[in-house]
């Protein structure tokens, strides 16, 4: 099975632009989380999403914003940015329902904020 | 208090030595509990999970897990510089979904 894969791999934007992050899970997992690791907070807990419904968010500030496709593929949205957004974001998928709790990470998009 | 607690290290051990990896969490209903390794750059790799009281081994790779003292290692037998990276404990809740991470523990293995 294919893994995680997140588009793009390495962008840089301005401060008050924003950005949207793309994320496809392993074929038939259905629940995709969203995180943001930094050096100094390690990693951050965004949101999870399971069959296109947010289940749970994190303590992210509403400039942070995500979505979840019918075929399980999410996008997360950042707004206005601001240089502290800078950050690797990694998306995980897993099987969801029953299938199990083991999350898997794609490689991550480096976000970085000018 | 942090809900997942990890010595950040840096653990340094040599070449062949059992490496012991140690995580506290705060939250009594946790039910599922995750090892993984982060290579630097690079992201996330699921190495072990564990989901009741005892001892879990697959390969070098051995968790344990006692819930009663909410505590949960990871012991790496046999080690090699290839080992060389951050290890993140992470947990779920009963009360919620979301996946919580230690801040890690860096390990050195040393030729």
């Known amino acids: 099975k294919a893994g995680v894969t997140q588009t793009p791999r390495y962008l840089i934007k301005t401060r008050g632009q924003q950005v949207t992050l793309s994320c496809s899970p392993i074929?038939?997992?259905?629940?995709v989380s969203w995180y943001q690791q930094t050096p100094g907070q390690g990693l951050q807990f965004l949101f999870e999403y399971f069959s296109e419904t947010q289940r749970n968010k994190g303590n992210f500030p509403g400039r942070f914003s995500g979505r979840q496709f019918s075929n399980s593929r999410s996008e997360m949205n950042v707004s206005t940015l601001e240089l502290g957004d800078s950050a690797l974001y990694l998306c995980?998928?897993?099987?969801?329902?029953?299938?199990?709790?083991?999350?898997?990470f794609g490689p991550g998009t480096r976000l970085t904020v000018t | 208090q942090k809900e997942v607690e990890q010595n950040s290290g840096p653990l340094s051990v040599p070449e062949g030595a059992i490496a012991s990896l140690n995580c506290t969490y705060s939250?009594?209903?946790?039910?599922?509990f995750f090892w993984y390794r982060q290579y630097s750059g690079k992201s996330p790799e699921l190495i072990m999970s564990?989901?009741?009281?005892g001892d879990k081994e697959d390969g070098r790779f051995t968790a344990q897990l006692n819930k009663a003292s909410q505590y949960v290692s990871l012991l790496i037998r046999d080690s090699q510089p290839s080992d060389s990276a951050t290890y993140l404990c992470?947990?779920?809740?009963?009360?919620?979904?979301?996946?919580?991470f230690g801040a890690g523990t860096r390990l050195t293995v040393k030729p």
């Open positions: 564990i989901y009741s009281n």
């Open positions: 074929s038939g997992h259905r629940s």
């Open positions: 995980a998928s897993t099987p969801g329902g029953t299938g199990g709790y083991e999350q898997y």
């Open positions: 939250d009594r209903v946790s039910q599922s």
């Open positions: 992470a947990v779920i809740s009963y009360n919620n979904n979301d996946m919580r």
